[in-house]
C-alpha cells in the first residue's frame, strides 16, 4: 500500500480520479497534445473554483485539510457517485485514532448452528474476504468457499474461479474497489497490508485496478456462475452482518431453472442412503 505508507492517501485519491475523467466528460475541448490522461491539475482547480498552487498542495500533500465546501466541488468536478464523495470527506476528515487493538475474527456459535439448517449456499467472511465458515452447499458451489480460503485471491489467481465467474472482469473490479472501501483509514491492519502485498506482487490485474482507488460497496446483488457440473447459475446475494462478520448467503428465484439446478447440486453431494430395509411379504401391502 504505497500510497497510504506516504501519509498522502488525500492527495494520491485525487490524483487517481483526475486520470480518469476525460476532458470530454469535464466540457474541455480535447484539442492539443495532451501528456497526462484524464485532467490536467489546472483544469480541475479551475473547473472547482480553486486556485492551481492550492490544488498542487492538496495533491502533494501539503494541505491536509481542504474544507467541506473545497472536497464537495472537487466531488463534483471528478464525477464521484455518493460512496466516492463519502470516501473523499473521510480521506481529509482530521481525527486522532486510538492504537487499534487486533483481534481474530469471530464466528459466533448460533451462526455456525444456522448454517447447519441452511438449505442454500451460506458462508461467514471476514473484512478482507477470507471464508471463516461455510455449509456443505457453499462449498458444492465452488470449493473456494471453504473455511481458509480468500475470496479475492481465489477470484485473481485461481483459473477455476476466474471460469466460474460469469463476468471476471466486472467482479474483479466490484471485489477490489469494495476492498478498498473496507480498508477506510485502516491501513496499518496487519491482515489487510499482507493481503494487498501479496495481490500486488502476484497479480497484474490486481496492480491495475489497484491504481484507481475505486471504492464502492458489495452488498446485495445478483450474479451468474457456471458451475462444472449443473451449469449455468443465476443467484442472489444477501450480505448481513453477523457482530464483526458478514454472512453471506445464495439463492435462485423459487421455481426457475437455477432452483432445480440448484437442488440437484444438492442432491448430487448429499446422495440419500439406499433404502436397505428388507423386503418381504410382510411389506407387501405397502406396494
Known amino acids: 500500500m504505497k500510497d497510504e505508507e506516504s501519509g498522502n492517501r488525500l492527495g494520491s485519491y485525487l490524483r487517481a480520479r483526475r486520470e480518469l475523467v476525460s476532458p ?8 492539443g497534445n495532451r501528456r497526462v490522461p484524464g485532467l490536467r491539475r489546472e483544469e480541475v482547480a479551475l473547473l472547482a473554483g480553486i486556485s492551481p498552487d492550492y490544488y498542487l498542495r492538496l495533491e502533494r500533500g501539503r494541505d491536509k485539510n481542504p474544507s467541506p465546501q473545497v472536497l464537495e466541488s472537487l466531488a463534483r468536478v471528478l464525477r464521484l457517485d455518493d460512496i466516492e464523495r463519502t470516501y473523499l470527506l473521510g480521506l481529509a476528515a ?5 492504537p487499534r487493538r487486533m483481534r481474530p475474527e469471530h464466528v459466533p ?4 448452528e444456522l448454517l447447519a439448517h441452511l438449505q442454500i449456499p451460506a458462508f461467514v467472511e471476514g473484512r478482507a474476504f477470507d471464508v471463516l465458515a461455510s455449509n ?17 485471491r481465489s477470484l485473481l489467481l485461481d483459473p477455476e474461479e476466474q471460469a466460474f465467474q460469469q463476468d471476471w472482469t466486472r467482479a474483479t473490479v466490484d471485489f477490489v474497489a469494495a476492498l478498498r472501501t473496507t480498508i477506510g483509514d485502516d491501513t496499518d491492519n496487519p491482515r489487510f497490508v499482507e493481503l494487498v502485498g501479496e495481490l500486488a506482487l502476484s497479480s497484474q490485474r490486481f496492480r491495475t485496478l489497484w491504481a484507481r482507488h475505486d471504492v464502492r460497496s458489495l452488498d446485495g446483488g445478483t450474479t451468474t456462475v457456471h458451475h462444472p457440473v449443473v451449469g449455468e447459475l443465476r443467484l442472489h446475494r444477501d450480505k448481513l452482518p453477523v457482530e464483526d462478520v458478514i454472512l453471506v448467503v445464495y439463492y435462485p428465484d423459487k421455481n426457475s431453472d437455477s432452483d432445480e439446478k440448484l437442488r440437484l447440486l444438492a442432491a448430487l453431494s448429499h446422495p440419500e442412503p439406499a433404502d436397505t430395509t428388507p423386503d418381504g411379504p410382510a411389506d407387501a401391502h405397502h406396494a
Open 24 to 31: 470530454a466528460q469535464a466540457g474541455i475541448p480535447s484539442g
Open 94 to 98: 482530521t481525527r486522532l485514532r486510538a
Open 109 to 112: 456459535a448460533r451462526v455456525h
Open 136 to 152: 456443505p452447499m457453499a462449498v458444492a458451489l465452488s470449493p473456494r468457499l471453504r473455511p481458509g480460503q480468500n475470496r479475492l
